[in-house]
C-alpha cells in the first residue's frame, strides 16, 4: 500500500471477510469503498476421500488456520486491527461436523462432497416429498441431512450438536454458541420459505431438533469477538460477528448480482449459474434450486458439468496462443457439445448426456473455437431455461470464474447470449463474506453494501458480424439434444 494509500484509509472503519475453503483459509480486509487494505491465507490440510464415498477433514485444523490469517491480516493494517467493525464467515455447502460437550469434534468433519449418508437421503426425499417440491428442491446423495443422521446412530448419546463450519469458528470468535445461516443450513434440512428444520423429516429419523443450531438470516449478528479471540487474531474485543453464507452464494454477491434479475455465469472447470429473482423458483426437473437471498428474495442457480474442464487437454500454457487463433479466425466450422464426463445436470437433467460433434473440426483451432462455443451454447440454454421457468434477466451478465480472464470467450458469451457481459473485478468467496460483514455495519443493507463496495468489471458487448453465424450454430445444438431426448420439448 502506498503512502497516500495509508493516509486516506488509516482512520476509515474496516470489515474482514473469511472464506473456509477445501484446501484453505482466506481472509480479507476491506474498506467501505471495498478497497483492500490487506489480506492472508493459511493452508488446511486436505480431505481424504476413498473409493466407497467419504471425505472427512480433520475439524481442529479450522480454527488454528482462521486465527493465523487473522492475525497476519491485522498485523498489516494501519492501526493493528482496531479498524475492523465486523467480520462474517463462509464456507463449503454441506460441510458438517459431530460435536461433544463444549462443542468439541467427535470425529473429522464430514465434508461437502461426502455420500456416506446417500440411502438416508433417497428416504429423506420420500419423508419430505410435499416440502421439498413446495422448495423446488430435492435431497442429493451428498446432503448434510442423511450425514447429520449418520452421526446421530454412530456417535448416540454423545452427540451433542451437529455444526456448519462457520457456527465452528463463530464459536471461536465469540466465546459461545452462535446460531447457523440459512445458507449453510439448507443442506442440513432448514426450510427457509416457512422459516423452520424440516421437522416431519427428522421424525422420521428420531433426529431431534436441538441437534441443528438457531438459524437466521446471513449478515445477522451471531454476537461479538471476545476478549480470547481478540487476544489471537488482532480483532478488537466486541466487534461485530455477522452470519455469512455458503461459499456459492457468497461468490455470487461479490459480483454485485444481488437484486432481482441480476445473474451471474461461473465460468471455472464447470459452470455454474446464479441469480437474484423475487419469488421462489419451482423447476419440476431439479436442475434448478434456489437459496434464500439476505433480504428475503431468492437465489436460484444451477450447476452444469460442462465448463472450462474441456480445455484442460491442451494445457494452460498454450491456451492464450489458442484464444487468439480462434478470435481471428471467427465462428468454428462445426457444432461441439464438450462434455467431458457421463450425464449432465444443468441445464437439463440426463444421466445417459454425452458429449459429441456435428461434423469433424479443419484444425486444433476449430476445435478449440468450438468448444468454447459449446460452453456458450449451453449457457445460452441455461438463461432461456430460466426465462421459461417465470424469472426475468436484466441487464448484462455477470461473468466469473476462470473462464471470464478469456477475452474471446467472453465476446463469444456476449453474442451468443445477444447481450453484454460484464466481467466481475473481484469475484471471491472472502469479499462477498465481507460485503455481509459490512451489512448492517458499514452500510445499511446487502444491495448498499454491493453498490458501495464492487467494483464494476469490463463491460464485454456482442459481436455483430459473428451473431448469424453462431445462432444457426446454436439451433443445431439444442436439436441434437432433443434428438437424443435429452432435453425436453418445453
Not at 89 to 104: L, N, Q, R, W, Y
Not at 168 to 196: F, Q
Not at 239 to 267: H, K, N, W, Y
Not at 314 to 336: F, I, K, M, N, T
Request: charged share 20%.
Amino acid at each position: 500500500m502506498s503512502r497516500e494509500s495509508r493516509r486516506t484509509t488509516r482512520h476509515a472503519p474496516a470489515v474482514i471477510g473469511i472464506d473456509v475453503a477445501t484446501a484453505s483459509v482466506r481472509v480479507l480486509c476491506v474498506d467501505e469503498q471495498g478497497r483492500v487494505l490487506a489480506e492472508a491465507r493459511s493452508d488446511l490440510p486436505l480431505p481424504v476421500r476413498t473409493a466407497a464415498g467419504t471425505s472427512e477433514q480433520d475439524a481442529r485444523s479450522w480454527w488454528p488456520a482462521v486465527r493465523s490469517a487473522l492475525r497476519r491480516t491485522t498485523d498489516a493494517l494501519p492501526r493493528g486491527g482496531r479498524e475492523v467493525v465486523a467480520v462474517a464467515v463462509s464456507a463449503t455447502s454441506g460441510t458438517i461436523v459431530p460435536t461433544g460437550v463444549d462443542a468439541e469434534p467427535l470425529g473429522p468433519a464430514l465434508m461437502y462432497d461426502d455420500r456416506r449418508a446417500a440411502d438416508v437421503n433417497a428416504e429423506a426425499q420420500r419423508a419430505g416429498s410435499a416440502r421439498w417440491a413446495a422448495l423446488g428442491l430435492s435431497v442429493g446423495p451428498t446432503a448434510a441431512l442423511g450425514r447429520a443422521v449418520w452421526c446421530l446412530r454412530t456417535y448416540g448419546s454423545a452427540l451433542r450438536q451437529v455444526l456448519h463450519t462457520p457456527d465452528v469458528v463463530g464459536r471461536e470468535l465469540t466465546g459461545h454458541p452462535v446460531a447457523t445461516d440459512w445458507s449453510h443450513a439448507l443442506k442440513s434440512g432448514y426450510d427457509a420459505r416457512a422459516s423452520e428444520w424440516a421437522h416431519e423429516v427428522f421424525e422420521t429419523f428420531d433426529l431431534p431438533l436441538a441437534l441443528l443450531p438457531d438459524v437466521s438470516a446471513p449478515g445477522t449478528e451471531a454476537g461479538v469477538v471476545g476478549r480470547k479471540a481478540a487476544e489471537a487474531t488482532g480483532l478488537p474485543e466486541g466487534c461485530s460477528v455477522r452470519l455469512g453464507m455458503t461459499d456459492g452464494c457468497a461468490g455470487q454477491i461479490a459480483t454485485g448480482a444481488v437484486e432481482p434479475g441480476r445473474f451471474v455465469g461461473v465460468l471455472g472447470t464447470t459452470y455454474v449459474l446464479k441469480g437474484v429473482s423475487a419469488d421462489l423458483v419451482r423447476d419440476p426437473t431439479g436442475a434448478f434450486y434456489s437459496h434464500r437471498h439476505p433480504g428475503g428474495w431468492w437465489l436460484p442457480g444451477g450447476a452444469s458439468n460442462t465448463g472450462a474442464e474441456c480445455l484442460a487437454q491442451a494445457g494452460a500454457s498454450r491456451l492464450p496462443e489458442l484464444d487468439a487463433a480462434a478470435a481471428a479466425r471467427g465462428p468454428a466450422s462445426y457444432v461441439r457439445y464438450p462434455l467431458c464426463r457421463d450425464g449432465e445436470r444443468f441445464p437439463f437433467v440426463s444421466g445417459t448426456a454425452r458429449g459429441f460433434e456435428l461434423g469433424r473440426p479443419g484444425d486444433e483451432v476449430d476445435s478449440h473455437r468450438a468448444a468454447l462455443e459449446g460452453v456458450a451454447f449451453v449457457e445460452r440454454l441455461a438463461l432461456d431455461r430460466v426465462e421459461r421457468l417465470g424469472v426475468p434477466v436484466l441487464g448484462p451478465l455477470y461473468a466469473a470464474g476462470g473462464g471470464s480472464r478469456s477475452a474471446v470467450w467472453t465476446a463469444i458469451r456476449a453474442t451468443v447470449l445477444d447481450r453484454p457481459v460484464r466481467v466481475a473485478g473481484r469475484a471471491e468467496t472472502a469479499f462477498g463474506a465481507a460485503l455481509l460483514a459490512a451489512t448492517g455495519t458499514l452500510h445499511e443493507d446487502l444491495a448498499a453494501s454491493a453498490a458501495a463496495m464492487v467494483r464494476p468489471g469490463a463491460l464485454v458487448e456482442p459481436v455483430p458480424e459473428e451473431r448469424p453465424a453462431l445462432d444457426d450454430a446454436y439451433g443445431h445444438f439444442v436439436a441434437a439434444l432433443r434428438e437424443r431426448g435429452w432435453l425436453p420439448d418445453s
